[in-house]
C-alpha cells in the first residue's frame, strides 16, 4: 500500500538555498526524509545553499547541492537527471523559483517582461514536465504561484501574469500525471516577509500590505510568513495528496478567489 509519508523519502527543492525553499530543506529532513537535493540558482546563492545543506544533513537526512539557471528547457532537464544520477529517484519534487517586477505597465520593457516570463512561467512549466518525467509513481509534485491571482491590483501584471500560467499548468499537469498516482498543486502565498517582497515596495506599500490581510493583527509583521507556508506544502506532498489540481491561497486573508 502507498504511504504518503516524508519519512525516507528523496524530494527535489528548486530555489532550495534560502527563504521558503531552504526552510522546507530544513524542515522536511527533520521531518525524516531521506535525501534532499537543494537546488540553486548561481554563485550568489551557493553560501546559503551550503548552509541549508549543512542544517539538513544536521537533521539526519542527506543533501546534494545542485546548481543551474532553470530559465532555459535544457538546464531544468539536467537538474532532474543529475539529481536522479546522485539521488536514484525524486519522491517529491517542489519548485519554489520566482522574482518579483512591481512596475506600471507603461513602462516595462521588452527585456523586463521576458525576464519575468522565463522565471516565473517557463522555468515552472519545464519543472512539471520534468517532474512529470521523472517523479516516481505515487509522487508529489508542488509549484508556488501568488494571491494576487486573487487582487485587483495595479503594477503587478508581469509577476501576476506569468504565475497566472503556473495555476492552468496545474490542472492540466495533475490531469496528465493522475494515472501515475502523482498530485500536483500549487501554493499562492500573499506578501511574505523575505528579501523577495521589500526589495520591490515602497515603505507606504508596505505599511498597506501589513495591515491587507484579515488576519493581520496575529501575525508579527502582519505580512504572510514562511513559516506559515511551509505546513502547507508538506501536508500537500504528504497526507493531503488527495488534493490534486488545486491552487491554493494561502494569506491570512489578504485576498481570496
Known amino acids: 500500500m502507498t504511504t504518503h509519508k516524508l519519512k525516507g523519502k528523496t524530494v527535489l ?17 527533520e521531518q525524516g526524509a531521506a535525501t534532499i537535493i537543494v537546488h540553486y540558482h548561481s554563485a550568489a546563492s551557493k553560501a546559503d545553499a551550503t548552509a541549508t545543506a549543512a542544517a539538513v544533513e544536521s537533521a539526519g537526512a542527506k543533501a546534494i547541492l545542485l546548481q543551474a539557471d532553470l530559465t532555459s528547457a535544457d538546464a ?23 522574482m518579483v517586477l512591481k ?10 517582461y521576458d525576464t519575468m516570463f522565463a522565471v ?7 519543472f512539471l514536465q520534468q517532474a512529470g518525467e521523472h517523479v ?10 501568488t ?16 504565475k497566472a500560467a503556473v495555476e492552468h499548468f496545474t490542472r492540466s499537469a495533475s490531469k496528465e500525471f493522475g494515472a501515475r498516482g502523482i498530485s500536483v498543486t500549487a501554493v499562492a502565498p500573499g ?7 521589500y526589495g520591490q515596495e515602497a515603505p507606504e506599500a508596505v505599511a498597506y500590505h501589513k495591515t491587507a490581510a484579515a488576519l493581520s493583527p496575529f501575525s508579527k509583521t502582519g505580512l504572510t510568513h514562511i513559516e506559515d507556508i511551509v505546513p502547507l506544502i ?24
Open 191 to 197: 506578501p511574505m516577509d523575505t528579501p523577495f517582497f
Open 13 to 29: 527543492i528548486a530555489g532550495g538555498a534560502k527563504n521558503l525553499g531552504g526552510l522546507l530543506a530544513r524542515d522536511f529532513a
Open 103 to 112: 512596475k506600471p505597465i507603461v513602462e516595462v520593457s521588452e527585456a523586463e
Open 120 to 126: 516565473n512561467t517557463k522555468a515552472a512549466f519545464f
Open 234 to 257: 508538506r501536508f500537500l506532498v504528504t497526507e493531503g495528496w488527495w488534493i490534486t489540481g488545486q491552487t491554493i491561497l494561502a494569506n491570512g486573508g489578504y485576498t481570496t478567489k
Open 147 to 162: 494571491s494576487l491571482l486573487g487582487a485587483y491590483t495595479p503594477f503587478y501584471a508581469t509577476y501576476a501574469g506569468a
Open 76 to 98: 531544468v532537464a539536467k537538474l532532474f537527471t543529475d539529481a536522479i544520477a546522485q539521488a536514484g529517484h525524486i519522491d517529491i519534487a517542489i519548485n519554489t523559483v520566482g
Open 136 to 145: 516516481s509513481d505515487n509522487g508529489k509534485v508542488c509549484t508556488l504561484a
